[in-house]
């Protein structure tokens, strides 16, 4: 089901005016910011942080797509036990759909990809 972008976006606004004032605070005013981050949140239909990040993860894979070509870096090789090294795969070049270790786009949504890779993830909307 398709995360309804407007409240998405509102949540991520509450997260950075909490995360912006949080660095400016003193620890006793934390509490205060934090409420008012949740009752937001809570304005917008989330219940919960863990559930405000699950849309706003499923709201980015649907409004982004992966572009590029793998340049054979072997980064996100490493652990894949078909990973020959020096960049060589053992079932890339016969079935490159089949590779366990492609990025995808949770792991440019977690920030997780090395800045050498030459796959980037791109807003479609």
Same mark, same amino acid.
Request: proline share 5%.
């Given at each position: 089901?398709?995360? *309804?972008?407007?409240?998405?976006?509102?949540?991520?606004?509450?997260?950075? =005016?909490?995360? =912006? =004032?949080?660095?400016?605070?003193?620890?006793?005013?934390?509490?205060?910011?934090?409420?008012?981050?949740?009752?937001?949140?809570?304005k917008q239909g989330f219940n919960s942080l863990k559930e405000f990040f699950d849309?706003?993860?499923?709201?980015?894979?649907?409004?982004?797509?992966?572009?590029?070509?793998?340049?054979? &870096? *072997?980064?996100? &090789?490493?652990?894949?036990?078909?990973?020959?090294?020096?960049?060589?795969?053992?079932?890339?070049? #016969?079935?490159?759909?089949?590779?366990?270790?492609?990025?995808?786009?949770?792991?440019?949504?977690?920030?997780?990809?090395?800045?050498?890779? #030459?796959?980037? =993830?791109?807003?479609?909307?």
């Amino acid at each position: 089901m398709p995360v *309804g972008k407007q409240k998405v976006l509102k949540g991520r606004a509450a997260i950075d =005016a909490y995360r =912006a =004032a949080h660095r400016t605070k003193t620890p006793e005013e934390h509490t205060p910011l934090l409420d008012v981050m949740l009752a937001e949140l809570k304005k917008q239909g989330f219940n919960s942080l863990k559930e405000f990040f699950d849309a706003d993860k499923q709201y980015y894979c649907e409004t982004h797509i992966l572009v590029g070509e793998c340049n054979r &870096c *072997g980064i996100c &090789c490493e652990g894949c036990s078909d990973y020959l090294g020096n960049g060589n795969c053992g079932i890339y070049e #016969s079935r490159p759909q089949e590779c366990k270790d492609a990025p995808t786009l949770e792991d440019f949504y977690h920030n997780t990809m090395p800045k050498e890779c #030459s796959i980037k =993830a791109m807003d479609n909307g």
